[in-house]
């Protein structure tokens, strides 16, 4: 029997919203926004988003018109009272009240800023500017919209039958890297796939099927929006958007060599346990871990997100002996474009020298590899970075110089700042 | 947003029914049945249903209160006045009023007579007993419920996600096949799977699948409530019941002889065109075709049922040939445990000699063989056969001695009396 009533009301929707939470985004980026409210939340920046995939033209692909209709959508949202009731009354990494007053009262009256949207050689330049802790909240809707709006145009013309076999293959896909990850004994693995997912649903999708399918291994999601829904952790730490502003802000050298470890003092003071996770790839983990201060070795872990992942875990495990940690009790979190293959042998290989834990992204939430001619749903690298603040440029270089973004003439300089070496260059996937 | 009112009512139903439609059968058992009312509606049968695959022990996996369970509520159907209205004013193979008065009052009025069941050896004996009219048609409604609650009993533990991805691989592999299908120029198929389908649903999915995939490749299907809910074409014609009973009522060894196409004269009398398929095996095909009387051969086609099916079309072509007819203008429908490379093959050998067309069943609405733990799925060969006439034992030998069913002293004196010389055994699938 059809609800009538659904149906009808489902039929006035003018379009059928991507982003319909202010939590449907990364845990992380409220940590972070947090963190910045509460220290910087004057600071200027601008956010971009630019796809690294040139040969995938978007502006040709997603009608600029349902586009914008999205990102209006997602500037409507607010905070309802049952998120914020989540928030506040939740248990994140073990702590209460993790977000505190003055952030809250913020956050529930909080909107999406205005966005700046214009088409250049087939790719949309999506900008977005003004004060740090609202422009920041831009990255993971824009991303997913973007995302899902490509996944949408892709599958416009399929019918009924073929819709339903296409996801029934990408079931059966994911069932099938998950029955592999099931035989990984002691395995840890986060969802990690919010900003380059196919779409909400199949994401939501992903994520229960991890929870029925791999038990305890399955450690949660940073979607807090599917978190709050299906009763799982919220999971994440920070990212390189603390780094790079703090970095850009900086008036000396001196001042841009420290800016990466300040960013962490301000985090060792908020956080502690499982939130204390150094991302260390921001201009080259080499120079960040060699004048890394010594109450940063004491931290728990670290996050390998670019470069080599076994030489990246290597130095690390290199770092805490020289350091006098004992690895064994540190944790590592592998989170660049994973799949299962790397996920078994970085499981095999460090299994017995420290702690390991896997978040687990696209190629998770957005693997339509082959599915349908011309392979149309490959996954592609879209990113939502900060590019300026207070009118200078950032810079991000990573442990793979193809990741590395900003001015050429910056780039060369921070290079030189943080004496980062010779770099191995990896194809970026996703 | 969840229907209310369909939860509560759905969990007000004691059982899940399998059967819930009297139409919920294959067309020819009606047009059987139609036959058999007119011209032998006194004759007492007794029909058994027989697993001729004696290692899967469907007593010991099917609950037998479930069972009787299912019966009961199958003997509970009527024809409803909308199915009664789509059997009088539909076409069936061209013609108005396939159905005439007389029957379809009797129709209307019809319920499935009573059953007998019992356990024996890890396997039900069901028999029905009484008019013939009555107990045909029992025959597909008991097939499909212990189909269907052996698929069930398969499945009972079976988690959420498990027995998603379970049909999405079984979803994906039916239109793995559509697609190969898809590329055979000319293809004519039908859906023949009713009786030994996984479950009514995956059915009705496999044909939904057939029409979106083939387009007009796909010629209807046999099951009448699926041609009637999704407006398709309702096909078949006779079967193997009606010379099986006839001939087990002759009196003389000449009455025998003659039973096959006794009971073609009345077909003749009553159908034309597609209706007139000779069904030549259930005595052996040799010598049915070469004591044909010659208005036979006049007939539009033959069903290959039983034996090597090349062989089997190559001696009606060359039967045709020797009778004066044109095989090019003469159809054969093959509708034996058919898979999709032997419909490539046995279109690619005999097109252009002859019209081929296919009947497609088991393999298309129940192939889920390796999809479970120890192949628990795999299909099996359930059959529910006229087994006495007037008290005496039915036989059917088949062009496959694997499929001959009769107490071995009436089968040889049937193979003596139709001249049965060396048959090839091949293994029966399905």
């Not at 928030?87 to 909107?111: I, V």
């Not at 088409?119 to 949309?124: F, T």
């Not at 919220?234 to 841009?256: I, K, Q, S």
């Not at 082959?370 to 490959?378: C, R």
Request: glycine letters at 6%; a neutral charge; hydrophobic letters at 45%.
């Amino acid at each position: 029997m059809v609800d009538i009533a659904t149906r009808v009301y489902n039929h006035r929707w003018r379009i059928d919203p991507i982003v319909r939470s202010l939590l449907d985004t990364d845990f992380y980026k409220l940590l972070m926004c947090q963190s910045v409210y509460r220290n910087a939340r004057d600071t200027q920046v601008t956010f971009s988003l630019i796809n690294r995939t040139k040969a995938i033209r978007l502006a040709d692909l997603i009608d600029e018109g349902e586009l914008r209709a999205q990102l209006d959508y997602a500037r409507g949202l607010r905070l309802t009272r049952g998120e914020s009731t989540w928030l506040r009354g939740n248990t994140f990494y073990g702590k209460r009240q993790m977000f505190r007053s003055d952030f809250m009262e913020w956050f529930e009256t909080f909107q999406l800023p205005p966005y700046h949207l214009e088409k250049r050689d087939g790719q949309y330049e999506l900008t977005f500017e003004g004060a740090w802790p609202e422009v920041m909240m831009w990255e993971i809707p824009a991303l997913a919209i973007l995302m899902e709006l490509r996944s949408r145009a892709v599958l416009g013309d399929m019918k009924r039958f073929e819709l339903q076999v296409l996801y029934a293959r990408a079931m059966t896909r994911v069932w099938e890297k998950i029955e592999r990850l099931r035989k990984i004994e002691g395995l840890k693995i986060a969802d990690f796939g919010t900003r380059r997912r196919h779409g909400f649903l199949w994401q939501d999708w992903c994520v229960q099927a991890m929870l029925e399918g791999l038990g305890e291994a399955f450690t949660g999601t940073s979607n807090c929006l599917i978190a709050m829904r299906r009763d799982l952790e919220a999971v994440g730490t920070n990212a390189h958007e603390l780094p790079m502003v703090f970095a850009a802000l900086a008036e000396t050298e001196h001042e841009l060599r420290q800016a990466p470890y300040k960013v962490l003092e301000a985090w060792h003071e908020e956080h502690e346990g499982n939130l204390r996770i150094i991302l260390p790839d921001t201009y080259g983990t080499n120079g960040f871990l060699a004048h890394a201060p010594d109450w940063l070795a004491a931290w728990t872990g670290v996050r390998i997100d670019s470069g080599n992942p076994f030489e990246g875990a290597q130095r690390a495990i290199d770092w805490w002996r020289a350091r006098g940690e004992d690895p064994r009790k540190k944790l590592i979190i592998f989170s660049d474009g994973l799949d299962v293959a790397q996920i078994e042998d970085l499981h095999a290989h460090f299994r017995g020298q420290v702690k390991v834990s896997f978040g687990w992204g696209t190629l998770l939430t957005n693997d339509f590899r082959k599915l349908v001619a011309e392979d149309a749903l490959a996954p592609f690298s879209l990113v939502c970075k900060a590019v300026a603040a207070n009118g200078r440029p950032t810079v991000k270089l990573s442990d793979n110089p193809e990741k590395a973004t900003g001015p050429a003439e910056e780039i060369a300089r921070y290079r030189r700042v943080f004496e980062v070496g010779a770099q191995a260059a990896m194809p970026v996937v996703v």
